[in-house]
C-alpha cells in the first residue's frame, strides 16, 4: 500500500479541456483504460518525454505531431498495453489511432497525441482501442478529471491528483493535474505519465520553460528503482480560456504565480509515485548539501537512492550510516574528502567529518528510522549547492511484484 | 547457498609462502579470524585497491607501505572488524599493527601490510588483534592454504581457492590464490578480498601488468549489487622460488603462460564470489557483442546486471526481453539504434532487430530461464568490440540477508 497521505483531493475542471473515459476490455474487463482529452482551439501544449532509446511508438508519433505546425487538440491514452517494442506494425497502430478520431472529429491526425501504457511487446488491439475511442467521444465532459485519474493507472494502487487555484489581477486561475506510475517499469507494465492543465493563457515557449523548470524539481528528482520507461511522458496544457493577457516568459507578472502553482502540483504528482512505489513502506527524501557543482549534489543523492544495500537497511529501519557512506563514496565525486561528510538522519547526526558522530546512539538512529517518512541529509562541504529526490525503500514486496507474480 | 559447482579443490602450496591462521575472537568465538602471510625475502609483490573515496584505514596504510622502499614481506589479514569509518583512531590501529608484528619478526613495519574485513564504523578490538598475531606467528605452514580460504571469510557460504600448475623449461609453476566476499558490502559487513601467489620470480613492473591485464577480465566483471566496498583488495604476489630466470614484461617467454594461469585463478576467485552472492539462486553471464567500443559494451552490460527489474526477471525464471531492452536503452549509448539489437537467452533468440524474435514463443523462453546457469547475449551491432561481465539475480533472500538481520 501507498506511504502516507494519499486520499485523492478533489480535481477542479479547467475551462477548456473536457475529457472521456471509457472502459474497452484492452487487457482487463471493468476497468477504465482509455481517457481522451480535448482541448479548445488556441490551448498550447508541451511535453517532455522518456530519454530511453527503445522509446515506444505513441512516443515517436506524439514528438513528430509536436514537432509539426499543427496545433494539438486531442490526447488519447490507453492503458494495458505500451504498445512497446512493436516495430514498425506499433508505429502504424499509434498513427491509425490518430487517424480514426482525427476523421470522426473532422481535425488533422497530427493534432492528435497518442499515450499508451502497460504490456510491453504485444500490438494494440485496435478493434477495441478503435472502440474505445469512438465511445469516449460522446462522453467529453468538463468537470470529469477524477474519472480519468483512474482511467490512466496500470497496476497502481492509489489514483494521483491535484488542483491548486490562485489569484492574479481579479481572475482566478486554476491548474490541474493527474499522473500514473509505481516502478519505472512494472512487471511488464511500463510508465510514468503525467497531464497537467491551466486555463492561464501561456506561449509555447513560455509553456516549455515552466514545464522544463518544474520537471525539474518533481519528476527528474524522483526514483524507484532506477529503471526509466518506454514510454515516460509529462504534459503541460494551457487553454487560455482564462481573462488575462498572454503569459509569454519571465518577465509577465503572470509567470511567477503560475510557475509555483504548476510546481505544486507536479511535485504532488512526483511524489505520489514514489508513496506508491512498488513496495514502498517509506517515503525518503535524500538532501545534498554543500555541494560543489549540481551534478555532484545529484550523483551522490541518486548514488545513496539505487544502492540496494541502503535501500534494504532503510526497509529494515536500520540506521546503517556505514552503507550510506559507502555509497557516497562510489558516486564518483572527484577528490572527495570523506573527512568533510555530515549525515544526518531526520535530525540526528549520525555522521560527522566522515566518522560516527559521537554524540549518536544505536536508539536515535533506531528511532529516527522507525518513521515512515524519512530524511537523509547529507553535508558535502566542498560548495553552495543543494538539491535533493525522493525514494523509496526496497522490500520483500518488490520482489514479489516483480518476480513472483507476471501481470 | 551458492549456485553451482562450488567445492573447494585441494590448494597446493606455493614455495616461498607459509601462512599462519588463528581464532582470536574478533567477533564471534570458534572461528579462524585472523591470517598472516609470511613471504620469503625477495618476493615482490603487487596490488589494487577499491577506489571508493570513503577507503578503510588498512586500505590506506597498505597503499603507503607498497609505495614505500621496502619490499613486502607480511600480509595481516583480519575478519569481523573492517576498520572502515574509523577516522584517525583507525589509521593509527592499522599502523600499530604493522608495528606490533614488525618488533616480534624484527623487520621494518613497512614491510608489512595490513587489510580487515567486517563491520564497519567499530574500532578494532587491538587487545585481540594482536594477541591473535603473536599466536599466528608461531604456527607458519606452507601448506596451509584450505585454512587461510576459511580464516578470510564473513559471511560468505563457501570458501573460494584454486590452484593451477603448468610446466615451463622443465620446471614446473604454481599459482594459487584465494577469496571472499558475496555482496559488495554485506550487512555492515565489507569487502572482496583476494589473495593470489605463484613460486614464479617476476619483476614488480611486470607483476603490475600482470594484475591489472588479468583483474580487468575477472574481479573488473563482477558485480551483484552495484555496491563497491570501503576495503576491496585484490594482491598478487611472485616469491621467485622457482629456478627460473625472472619474467620482466611480455617478452619473457614465461609471460603468456604465467598471465592464463593467474587470469584462470582470478576469474575463478572473481565468478566463485558471484555464485556465493547474497541470496544468488543464478549465475549469470551478461555479454555485449558487435559493441562501438569498449565502454559501450561496458555500459550496456552493467545497466542490465544493474537493473532491479531485469534482476527480479531473473530470479522468477521470467523470460522478460522487455525489461532487458528497456535496461539497454537507458545505458546511455549515445545515437543508439535498438532496430539493429538482437538478443539471445542460453541460445534462444528473444530479440531480433529491436523487436520480439519471430520464432520467439514463450515456452522455449522459460525453458531457457529455468537453468541455474544463464547466457544473456547483446548484439549491439555497432561495431567489433565483445566484453562481458558475470552477476546473479535478486531475491527474497537478498532482502532478508541484508534487511531482515544485522550481523
Known amino acids: 500500500m501507498a506511504v502516507g497521505s494519499t486520499e485523492l483531493m478533489t480535481l477542479l475542471p ?4 473536457s475529457i472521456g473515459v471509457v472502459e474497452c476490455g484492452i487487457k482487463y474487463e471493468n476497468r477504465k483504460d482509455l481517457v481522451i482529452f480535448r482541448l479548445e482551439e488556441h490551448s498550447t501544449i508541451a511535453g517532455v518525454f522518456t530519454k530511453n532509446a527503445f522509446c515506444a511508438a505513441p512516443v515517436v508519433v506524439s514528438q513528430q505531431h509536436l514537432a509539426s505546425e499543427v496545433a494539438s487538440r486531442y490526447l488519447i491514452i490507453n492503458t494495458g498495453n505500451a504498445n512497446a ?5 506499433g508505429y502504424s497502430d ?18 492528435i497525441l497518442p499515450f499508451s501504457t502497460g504490456v510491453i511487446g504485444e500490438n494494440l488491439p485496435m478493434d477495441r482501442v478503435l472502440e474505445g475511442i469512438s465511445a469516449a467521444r460522446h462522453h467529453f465532459i468538463e468537470d470529469n478529471w477524477q474519472n480519468a485519474a483512474w482511467g490512466i493507472l496500470t497496476t497502481d494502487t492509489i489514483p494521483k491528483g491535484l488542483s491548486v487555484q490562485f489569484d492574479h489581477e481579479g481572475e482566478r486561475i486554476t491548474v490541474t493535474g493527474i499522473s500514473k506510475g509505481s516502478g519505472m517499469i512494472k512487471p511488464n507494465m511500463a510508465t510514468m505519465l503525467s497531464f497537467v492543465a491551466t486555463d492561464a493563457r501561456v506561449s509555447p515557449a513560455c509553456l516549455h520553460q515552466i514545464l522544463d523548470e518544474t520537471t525539474a524539481t518533481s519528476f527528474n528528482r524522483i526514483t524507484v528503482d532506477g529503471d526509466t520507461s518506454t514510454n515516460d511522458s509529462s504534459m503541460l496544457i494551457a487553454t487560455g480560456q482564462a481573462q488575462l493577457p498572454e503569459c509569454t516568459g519571465s518577465d509577465s507578472t503572470l509567470y511567477e504565480p503560475l510557475k509555483i502553482a504548476i510546481a505544486e502540483v507536479m511535485l504532488h504528482l512526483a511524489q505520489s509515485i514514489i508513496r506508491d512505489g512498488e513496495g514502498a513502506t517509506k517515503f525518503v527524501t535524500i538532501e545534498t548539501t554543500e555541494a560543489g557543482t549540481r551534478q555532484e549534489a545529484l550523483d551522490v543523492a541518486y548514488t545513496i537512492a539505487h544502492s540496494p544495500l541502503v535501500k534494504t537497511a ?3 529501519s536500520d540506521a546503517n550510516w556505514g552503507r550510506i557512506l559507502a555509497a557516497i563514496g562510489r558516486a564518483g565525486v572527484p577528490d572527495l574528502d570523506v573527512s568533510n561528510i555530515n549525515i544526518q538522519l531526520n535530525g540526528v547526526n549520525i555522521v560527522e567529518s566522515g566518522c560516527r558522530a559521537v554524540s549518536y546512539t544505536e536508539e536515535a538512529g533506531s528511532e529516527a528510522m522507525a518513521k515512515e517518512e524519512i530524511m537523509i541529509s547529507v553535508s558535502l562541504g566542498r560548495g553552495n549547492v543543494s538539491d535533493k529526490i525522493y525514494t523509496t525503500d526496497l522490500s520483500h514486496d518488490y520482489i514479489s511484484i516483480n518476480a513472483d507474480y507476471r501481470s
Not at 517494442?85 to 506494425?89: L, N, R, S
Open 85 to 89: 517494442g512493436t516495430g514498425e506494425q
Open 14 to 17: 479547467v475551462k477548456g479541456i
Open 314 to 316: 532503510l526497509n529494515a
Open 94 to 111: 499509434a498513427l491509425a489511432t490518430c487517424d480514426y478520431l482525427a476523421e470522426l472529429e473532422s481535425v488533422d491526425p497530427k493534432s
